[in-house]
């Protein structure tokens, strides 16, 4: 019979933390449930870890992928081999806040018959616990329908947009699942574009402010990836707000939705520049790991694109 819960963990090299993950998994009140962990082609195979908890009694669902795929699509990987009913997102290197966070929220979802709850926060930046739960950490209202779900996430200025701290219902994946296939956001800003199909798709929203997830920030000092996710949101404004229309959403939503991205795209060319340019002189060019960002992500005329795209936004 398939659990009642998928927990998907995309896996990179979290050798070290992944148990601690798995013993969050295991400690839940919770038991109808199954770890899917996407392997993606760690450099330490994790098979050792897996074999134990398995022991321990967790049903694990091990997924390897054959060549490098990122987050995104680790994460839709898992969600295709997913069982569940309900499915939820935990980081390799995160933890869920207690034992009891899993069924609390579960047991809200079909009480109330919401295809997707969605909870606090708590956040650790670079081992210190912050007192503020983040505003992409926290829950949009109380309770939302139709189209005020996506309306209010939009306003709510990048709240809400992290993929982890939320269970929804696998028919809503499924409906987010083509879309997301599609795009070809594949870094840095996956969470924004599950974050906006899901609210896009969903028609009751639960938002519920007790803290479910812990989320684990290390490498803060990575400003040349801004280019990274600026090359993923102008994916997005060329692929999502088409997508949008073709689904029938309003002219008003749409150009919300644009407003939202431009603005994004501007917060990460400041922060590109401000990387890039303190230090430098005429003969300094920026560090090379600037210029593999761009490679990696995007085409020369791409990533002039995305270039012309952040200057015009940073310049009005």
């Not at 996407?38 to 669902?61: A, E, M, N």
């Not at 699942?177 to 974050?195: C, H, K, T």
Request: charged share 25%; aromatic share 10%; proline share 4%.
């Amino acid at each position: 019979m398939p659990p009642l819960l998928s927990v998907i963990i995309p896996h990179y090299n979290h050798h070290e933390a992944l148990p601690k993950a798995l013993e969050s998994i295991l400690a839940q009140t919770l038991k109808d449930l199954e770890a899917v962990i996407v392997d993606d082609c760690s450099d330490v195979p994790c098979d050792d870890i897996v074999s134990l908890y398995r022991t321990k009694g967790l049903h694990i669902t091990l997924v390897r992928n054959e060549k490098r795929q990122y987050t995104k699509e680790s994460r839709l990987i898992g969600v295709e081999a997913a069982q569940g009913r309900l499915i939820t997102f935990l980081d390799a290197d995160d933890l869920f806040y207690n034992n009891a966070a899993l069924q609390y929220h579960v047991e809200r979802l079909l009480e109330t018959g919401a295809d997707i709850i969605h909870f606090d926060t708590l956040y650790y930046e670079e081992g210190v616990r912050k007192r503020q739960i983040p505003r992409w950490g926290k829950p949009l209202a109380k309770e939302l329908r139709d189209g005020d779900i996506f309306r209010t996430y939009l306003r709510t200025d990048g709240g809400g947009h992290a993929t982890c701290g939320k269970i929804a219902t696998r028919k809503l994946w499924l409906a987010c699942l083509p879309a997301a296939r599609a795009s070809s956001v594949r870094r840095y800003q996956e969470d924004f574009l599950f974050s906006s199909l899901l609210f896009f798709h969903a028609r009751h929203y639960i938002g519920s402010f007790r803290i479910g997830y812990v989320y684990f920030r290390n490498n803060v000092q990575a400003l040349h990836k801004a280019f990274g996710r600026c090359a993923s949101l102008h994916a997005m404004l060329t692929e999502f707000l088409p997508y949008m229309r073709q689904q029938g959403a309003d002219t008003a939503l749409c150009a919300d939705m644009r407003a939202c991205l431009l603005k994004a795209i501007k917060e990460n060319m400041l922060k590109y520049l401000e990387y890039v340019y303190p230090n430098l002189q005429e003969d300094n060019l920026p560090p090379e790991s600037v210029f593999s960002e761009m490679r990696e992500h995007a085409e020369p005329d791409m990533a002039l694109r995305v270039l012309m795209t952040g200057f015009m936004q940073v310049l009005k």
